[in-house]
């Protein structure tokens, strides 16, 4: 099986709890134990979309941070880094005015 970015991340979770020990025991009742988790994060076993929201659930996580790049966002260079955190303060009501604002300059 190939690697996701579902296992990417659960890896990245798993080098942010020092180690499949640590992760499974975070996890305890998502994941039966880390040997399973291993596998997980390797891509050598599916995580379901069930599992996915049930992990996110687990580490008080935002829906759908399993299903995002965030290996990516790790790299972010400091000036973009800046505007998402601007962006993180704004209302609701702000943050889709500028995605419809943002999404209409790309399409031109």
Request: aromatic residues 6%; glycine residues 4%; without cysteine.
């Amino acid at each position: 099986m190939a690697r996701t970015t579902r296992s990417t991340n659960l890896d990245l979770i798993r080098w942010m709890n020092f180690g499949h020990e640590n992760t499974a025991k975070l996890l305890s009742s998502v994941i039966s134990n880390a040997a399973y988790l291993s596998k997980m994060a390797t891509g050598d076993m599916e995580i379901t979309d069930r599992r996915a929201r049930s992990i996110e659930k687990e580490l008080g996580l935002p829906l759908g941070w399993m299903d995002r790049d965030n290996v990516a966002f790790l790299k972010t260079p400091k000036d973009d880094y800046s505007l998402l955190q601007a962006i993180a303060r704004l209302p609701s009501e702000a943050k889709v005015h500028l995605e419809k604002f943002a999404t209409s300059l790309s399409e031109a």
